[in-house]
């Protein structure tokens, strides 16, 4: 009976883990920064705070790609590194010059919420 109860728990515990978030070790998701602008990264795809869908240089813990046209920073180069789970770290130009942006996770919409309950 020991045996059956601790398999069921950890069958549990498992299939509680898969509701977490699907990107939590990676860049990939949307991201919020507190003046209202937000970005989402799905492997090479970006799209920019300014509604642009593109492409960039992707990798599990950091992106990078030219603003388009006619976004702020327009020609610049934004680099962006995962400082852990719900924090990005963005900077234009080279990853050590200039100002540094810090972004958060999004948190999700209702209309997410409302998707995730009728699953």
Known sequence: MFGRLTR???LASSLAM??????????????????????????????TPGGKRMEGHYSRHGFSYLVPSPETGEGQTIVMSLANENTVYLRYGEATAGAQETWLRCQPSVSSLDMVRRS
């Open 8 to 10: 069921l728990a950890i």
């Open 18 to 47: 898969l509701g977490g978030p699907a990107f939590a070790d990676s860049i990939d998701g949307s991201w919020c920064h507190n003046d209202g602008r937000r970005f989402t990264i799905r492997g090479p795809e970006i799209v």
